[in-house]
Structures are given as structure tokens and as C-alpha cells.
């Protein structure tokens, strides 16, 4: 077992679609960032999204934002109304049509204050 110090160092939780989680562990890895994988489910749509977590260096923290926001942008999606989770209610025709913004990433980038490997 080994403690590592962890001034200077964040956890960074990236979420991504689940489709889009090897690529992104891949590109994480051609830029040298350590990171571990995870299955998670939630959010907006309640879509399957892949959950990545990376412990680094807080000067690299910049890096993995260009590469999210290189390798991930947001699209935008037509969608029926009828489909949306917070429209079970209400009464919409069910052709009507919405502009909902998918994909992307989301980062969250917490201090650390110790890393242990067991």
C-alpha cells in the first residue's frame, strides 16, 4: 500500500454518452491521462452514459478541458415532445418536435487531498 501525496492534484469526473466512453478513455490515454471507467445511467434523457474518473496534476486540468471540448462537442437533436421524461403529464400533440442539445461532455474537477494505492 502506498500514500501518495496529493497537493496540486484534482479528481476529475468526466460523463460522457455511453457510446462515446472507449473513445474518450482512449484519447485520455494517447495524452497520458490515467483514468478509470465506470457505467452510469441518469441525466436528462435517462440515456447510459459512461463515468471517468482521473486523478492529475492541477496544470493538466486545461489539457483535458481542449480535449473534451475538441472531442466532444454538443450537438443538437430533434425529438419528439411525447418522448421527453418530464412530459408523461401533459397533453402535446404527439408529432410535435423539439430541438434538445445531446452529446458533449460534462467535467467536474474537485481538490484532492489523498490518493492511497491498495
Known sequence: MT??????MKFCIV????????RLLNRM???G??????????????????TVFSALA????????ALLHQEFPEVTERMPVASLPFMDDMETPSSAM???RVGGAVLFVLPLDRMERV
Request: proline share 9%; glycine share 16%; charged share 25%.
Open 98 to 100: 423539439i430541438d434538445v
Open 29 to 31: 490515454s494517447e495524452q
Open 58 to 65: 492541477a496544470e493538466r486540468v486545461p489539457e483535458l478541458v
Open 33 to 50: 491521462f490515467p483514468a478509470t471507467r465506470i457505467g452510469s445511467t441518469g441525466g436528462f434523457l435517462k440515456r447510459g452514459s459512461a
Open 3 to 8: 500514500n501518495e501525496p496529493a497537493e496540486g
Open 15 to 22: 460523463i460522457v454518452p455511453s457510446g462515446d466512453g472507449e
